[in-house]
């Protein structure tokens, strides 16, 4: 096996573990395993004075698994996570997981 495989592997056994760090959360309405992360997304929104009605999250999911819902995220589309509506800001991809940025207005 070698270095990029072991990485891979140690993300699925590990990261998107749910006994470690994933958690199920519904995704277009399907449950699916990811890791949220609102912390750093907290403290670029405070560094960056962005809107106060506006909430933001980082939701990290493997490729595979998101593949089961057939919606790939895209900058700027909707994205339903949990039966909430956010607006996807970014998208980035490495060693088969799914790191989106999504933000939701509060406001509404």
């Known amino acids: 096996m070698n270095l990029k495989e072991q990485m891979a592997r140690d993300v699925q056994q590990t990261f998107m573990n749910p006994n470690e760090f994933a958690e ?3 995704i277009y ?4 395993l990811c890791v949220i992360n609102n912390d750093s997304l907290k403290q670029a929104s405070q560094a960056m004075a962005l ?3 506006s909430s933001y999250l980082l939701l990290h999911v493997s490729r595979t ?4 819902i ?3 995220p895209k900058e700027g589309n909707e994205f339903n996570l ?3 509506r956010y607006r996807v800001t970014n998208v980035a991809e490495e060693m088969g997981m799914m790191e989106i940025a999504l933000e939701r207005d509060e406001s509404l």
């Open 24 to 26: 199920i959360h519904s």
């Open 29 to 32: 309405g399907m449950d699916l």
């Open 51 to 53: 809107d106060a009605y």
């Open 65 to 68: 698994e998101l593949e089961r």
């Open 70 to 72: 057939e919606r790939m």
């Open 82 to 84: 949990d039966g909430k």
